[in-house]
């Protein structure tokens, strides 16, 4: 229910443009959605059991027909995957940052006609089937994709503020404006809180290819679909710098944590346990088996494949 989107939308089907000529806004909030409904449904066809949905989502706020409303998507969302028996799981709220001058619409200073301006979007999150299960040739690569303790801490918070929403950094306007940007950090830390190494991502709005991006980074297998085939040449950019992108994150996290570590000491609280492959200590036994591969190489071998290929440590 962004306009940004009305075109695209009344492509997949007439009747949504109708609704809107005729400020008709609810009509076509339902109708759009009937058009993402079948998304769901596919990607659950797709998930394996145990497999977690991540779905960052904003509600739209709209007037239509005079009517001003707020256009509830993650509330429709939720509704469908409890629809598809997935277990809800709590979400998370991104707190956005607002330039705007003002933190409200409508009315001004007069009651009661103003309306709040909204500066957050939600990260839903579904398990199919119940808690994963994990063979023993799998629990290597689940102690070597394990995070840090104060990561941990972070990430698992209900509310993220500290991510700052992102230009799509796109020339094109065209292609910008088919397009909805959000930091390469918020993808790369649901896929390090959600999957192990060696994982396949699936990102069914691959747009100028973040999540895939995230999953190479973070040594997780990737597929993504786009409608937009001019994206392509973004996406390809993307990956050739990836090794160099790979670097850039372990290294913030490895100084992040030596930080971390330093700041324990001088409080008197030294880590109980030492790295296997970092001359760091940790807080936890978990910790210690902590890996992080390095993008050595991204080379393609197809018209949509690409190989990656990384760094024994």
């Not at 292609?175 to 918020?186: G, I, K, Q, V, W």
């Amino acid at each position: 229910m962004i306009q940004m989107w009305d075109e695209m939308f009344s492509l997949m089907n007439p009747a949504i443009g109708n609704a809107l000529n005729e400020m008709d806004g609810m009509e076509a909030y339902l109708l759009m959605n009937e058009q993402l409904d079948k998304i769901w449904v596919e990607v659950d066809r797709t998930v394996a059991p145990g497999g977690i949905v991540a779905i960052n989502i904003g509600d739209a706020t709209r007037k239509v027909g005079g009517r001003f409303q707020l256009y509830s998507n993650h509330s429709h969302i939720t509704r469908i995957f409890e629809d598809l028996e997935y277990q809800v799981l709590p979400l998370i709220i991104w707190k956005k940052e607002s330039n705007k001058p003002t933190k409200f619409m409508g009315s001004g200073m007069i009651p009661p006609n103003a309306y709040v301006t909204l500066e957050h979007e939600y990260i839903l999150l579904f398990r199919k089937e119940g808690p994963r299960r994990f063979s023993k040739e799998k629990m290597p690569k689940r102690k070597e994709s394990s995070y840090f303790w104060e990561e941990r801490n972070s990430w698992f918070s209900d509310i993220w503020h500290d991510l700052k929403g992102i230009s799509q950094g796109i020339n094109d306007h065209n292609l910008r404006s088919r397009t909805a940007a959000y930091p390469l950090e918020l993808v790369y830390r649901l896929i390090n809180m959600y999957s192990v190494q060696d994982d396949l991502v699936l990102d069914p709005f691959l747009g100028t290819g973040t999540t895939t991006l995230a999953a190479v980074s973070s040594a997780r297998n990737s597929v993504g679909y786009e409608l937009e085939s001019n994206f392509t040449h973004i996406i390809e950019e993307k990956l050739i710098k990836a090794s160099k992108l790979s670097k850039r994150i372990v290294k913030n996290r490895l100084d992040n944590h030596a930080k971390f570590v330093r700041k324990r000491e001088k409080e008197g609280k030294p880590c109980k346990y030492q790295s296997l492959n970092y001359q760091m200590g940790v807080t936890t036994k978990a910790e210690t088996y902590i890996k992080f591969p390095l993008v050595k190489n991204v080379q393609k071998i197809g018209e949509n494949y690409f190989e990656v290929s990384y760094h024994e440590k």
